[in-house]
C-alpha cells in the first residue's frame, strides 16, 4: 500500500506540476533531503540498533530524536533565511522558510519513529502512516489539478506537498506513544557516546549512499533542460519506488542480524533474500521495457515522453542495487558498516568522474548509463566481501531456485485464498 500510494503522488504531482516545474520542486526536495541525511546524523540507525538490542530504552531514545528534531530544523530554517534567498537563480516561490521548517522536521519525526517501531518488528504502523499521508496528497493534487483554477494552483499544490511531511511525522510519533509498550533494557544506564558513534559511522554511510542515488541530478540540472531534467527525476523516483520493498526486507534483517546467534542461518537467509529480490526486480523491469514507451507519457503525461529510454538505461542498476539490501542490512547489523561504505565510495567517485565526461555530452541517457554501473560496481564489491567471510561463490547469489520464490509465496497465496 504504501509503495502504491508513492507511486501515486509521483503521477499527482507529475501531472499537476508538469517536467520544468515538478523538476524543480524535487531538486530543491534533493537539496534539503541532504541536508537532512547530514544533518540528522542517521541517528534512526543507531536507534534501530540500541532499540532492537535493548541497549538503550526506547524512552530515552525517543526523547533524543524530539530534541535533535527541534535543534536541526530551527537552525535549518536560520540557515535558509540568511543564507540561500540571496542567490541569484533562486526561487523564493518554490521554497519559503516555513516549507523548510515543516519538510525537515516532518521528515526527522517520521524516520526516528520509524526506527523505533521497527526496532520491535513492528512495520505496519509507520507504512499505514505514510499510506495515509499519500493518499491525501493524491486528493489534494487531483482537487486543484481538476477543480481549482485559480492562478496560484501550482503553489498551493506546492505549499501542501511540503506540509504533508509534517503530518505524516507528527502521525507515526503520536502513534508511537499511543501504541507504547514497555520494553526492558539491558543497560543500567543512558550513555549516549555508543549511540553518538555508531550513528555518525552511519550518517557517513548514508550520506554517500544518499550522493550514490543522487548526484547525477547535481549534473543533469547543470547541463540539460528543466524537461529533460524533470523527466530524468521521475525515472529516479520510479527506480527508489523499486527500492522501497527491498529496503522494507532490510529493515527486517537489520534487527534480527543485530540479535541473531546463528550466522549459518542468516548467511543462507541473505543469499535467498538476494536471489527473491534479484529476480522479482528483473520481471518488473522487463514489463517496464516492454510497456514503458507508451506506459511512462499515458501515465505520467505526454510532456514526460522522455522517460523509457533513460529507464532502460537504468535497469540493471536498479536490479543489482535492490537485490544488495539485505546484504548491506546484514554488514549493519554485524557492526561492519566500513564494507558498505567502501563499496558505495567506489560507486560515487565512479559517478562523480565519469559522469563529468558523460552527462554534457549524452545527456539524461548517459546519466542513466553512469548511475547503471556505479550501481552494479557497488553491489559485486559487496558481494565478493560477504562471499569470502561466509564462502559463498558468485555463482550461488545468482542460481535460480524455484524452491525460494514457492516457500516465499505459497504461504501470501494461502492467506489470501482464505
Known amino acids: 500500500m504504501f509503495i502504491i500510494s508513492g507511486l501515486l503522488v509521483s503521477v499527482f504531482i507529475a501531472r499537476s506540476l508538469k517536467p520544468e516545474l515538478s523538476g524543480t520542486v524535487y531538486y530543491n526536495i534533493f537539496l534539503l533531503s541532504f541536508v537532512i541525511q547530514v ?249 517496464l521495457a516492454l510497456t514503458g514507451y507508451w506506459l511512462f507519457p499515458m501515465i505520467f503525461g505526454a510532456e514526460f515522453n522522455k522517460m523509457y529510454l533513460p529507464f532502460v538505461l537504468l535497469s540493471p542498476g536498479i536490479i543489482f542495487f535492490s537485490a544488495m539490501a539485505p546484504v548491506t542490512a546484514f554488514n549493519a547489523g554485524k557492526n561492519k558498516v566500513i564494507i558498505n561504505i567502501i563499496a558505495t565510495v567506489i560507486a560515487v567517485l565512479w559517478i562523480m568522474i565519469a559522469g563529468y565526461f558523460v552527462i554534457p555530452e549524452y545527456k539524461i541517457e548517459g546519466a542513466a548509463i553512469v548511475s547503471a554501473i556505479g550501481y552494479i560496481l557497488m553491489t559485486f564489491y559487496i558481494l565478493k566481501i560477504f562471499g569470502k567471510q561466509y564462502d559463498i561463490r558468485m555463482a550461488e547469489y545468482f542460481r535460480f531456485d524455484k524452491t525460494d520464490f514457492i516457500q516465499l509465496y505459497e504461504p501470501l497465496v494461502k492467506r489470501l485464498m482464505k
Open 39 to 287: 544533518a540528522g546524523l542517521s541517528l534512526e540507525s543507531g536507534i534501530g540498533y540500541y532499540a532492537a538490542g535493548k541497549k538503550i530504552s526506547t524512552s530515552s531514545l525517543a526523547v533524543i530524536s524530539l530534541i535533535w528534531t527541534g535543534i536541526v530544523s530551527v537552525l535549518s530554517v536560520i540557515t535558509f533565511l540568511l543564507f540561500l534567498p540571496s542567490f541569484p537563480d533562486f526561487d523564493k516561490d518554490l521554497l519559503r522558510g516555513f516549507d523548510v521548517g515543516v519538510f525537515i522536521s516532518g521528515n526527522l519525526l517520521y524516520t526516528y519513529f520509524s526506527a523505533l517501531f521497527f526496532s520491535r518488528l513492528n512495520f505496519r504502523i509507520p507504512n499505514l502512516a505514510g499510506t495515509i499521508i499519500n493518499l491525501l496528497i493524491c486528493i489534494a493534487a487531483a482537487y486543484y489539478w481538476k477543480i481549482d483554477t485559480t492562478e496560484g494552483n501550482p503553489l498551493k499544490i506546492v505549499r501542501f506537498f511540503y506540509f504533508s511531511f509534517l503530518i505524516k511525522g507528527i502521525l507515526v510519533m503520536v502513534m508511537y506513544y499511543f501504541f507504547k509498550e514497555p520494553v526492558e533494557t539491558n543497560a543500567t544506564s543512558l550513555s549516549l557516546m555508543p549511540l553518538l558513534r555508531y550513528s555518525l559511522v552511519a550518517c557517513f554511510a548514508n550520506s554517500l549512499a544518499f550522493l550514490l542515488n543522487r548526484f547525477d541530478y547535481y549534473y543533469v540540472e547543470l547541463y540539460c533542460t528543466s524537461n529533460e531534467l524533470g523527466n530524468y527525476i521521475q525515472v529516479s523516483k520510479i527506480s527508489q519506488l523499486f527500492f522501497l520493498l527491498p529496503g522494507m526486507i532490510a529493515g527486517v534483517v537489520f534487527p534480527l542480524t543485530s540479535s541473531s546467534e546463528d550466522p549459518a542461518m542468516m548467511k543462507a537467509t541473505i543469499v535467498k533474500l538476494f536471489r527473491i529480490i534479484f529476480y522479482g526486480t528483473l520481471l518488473m523491469c522487463l514489463f
